[in-house]
């Protein structure tokens, strides 16, 4: 069965760049989570959307943003890149309600890190 | 505020014995609570919630209100199940993970 990818996987980026981090839910799901996960930590919620609209937003910096398009992807853009935001970005995706009774299926995560 | 914790960063048992995770949470409202796994080299997997009151490979877990406690047990314990287990409840869609704990399980 199809999971949620996430790509890139892996991703070097320089204090001050830019980050784009892309998201692709399971077929038919129209919920998608991001999560952060610094070294050493639990994951951390960052924001999530439903059809498309924004539905929550948790500890997510004014740098960066997130949006989900029409064919229900997602991608979180990254901006001013600091050495702490290197870290795990797990993107999670879910169907139904849009509620937090929906399991949510995880993807392998990309692996950020800022030089 | 939302918090979860899971006291034991790692639990190392023998494989046959008796484990138990533990989770506390604090949490306004009355949260749905879940049990997610990442396996080594694999990504975050629900194991089981409680609203399905369910076994997922011998694993149960009970939440007890009281105690705002949704402990996880297996009463054998396998190597397979070797992995970190994080506890989360959830309020309107996002989870809140705990700190995770690592369960090793020797032979």
């Known amino acids: 069965a199809a999971g949620v990818i996430q790509s890139p996987r892996h991703l070097i980026k320089e204090k001050r760049e830019t980050a784009t981090l892309k998201c692709y839910p399971i077929?038919?799901?129209?919920?998608v989570y991001w999560y952060q996960q610094g070294p050493g930590q639990d994951p951390q919620f960052l924001i999530s959307?439903?059809?498309?609209?924004?539905?929550d937003k948790g500890s997510i910096p004014d740098r960066f943003s997130a949006q989900q398009f029409s064919d229900y992807h997602s991608e979180l853009n990254m901006s001013s890149l600091e050495l702490g935001d290197s870290a795990l970005y797990f993107c999670?995706?879910?169907?139904?309600?849009?509620?937090?009774?929906?399991?949510?299926?995880f993807g392998p995560g990309t692996r950020l890190t800022v030089l | 505020a939302q918090r979860v914790t899971q006291p034991e960063k790692l639990l190392s048992v023998f494989k046959g014995a008796p484990v138990e995770l533990k989770c506390n949470y604090s949490?306004?409202?009355?949260?749905?609570l879940f049990w997610y796994v990442q396996y080594s080299r694999q990504r975050l997997q629900l194991l089981l919630r409680h609203i399905s009151r369910e076994s997922i490979k011998g694993f149960t877990a009970d939440l007890n209100k009281g105690e705002t406690s949704f402990h996880l047990k297996k009463p054998f314990a396998q190597e397979e199940d070797s992995a970190m287990y994080y506890c989360a409840p959830a309020g309107f869609q996002k989870l809140v993970f705990g700190t995770g704990t690592r369960l090793l399980v020797s032979p």
């Open positions: 949490y306004s409202g009355s949260p749905e």
């Open positions: 999670a995706s879910s169907s139904g309600t849009g509620t937090s009774t929906d399991t949510q299926y």
């Open positions: 959307f439903y059809e498309k609209m924004q539905s």
């Open positions: 077929p038919r799901h129209d919920t």
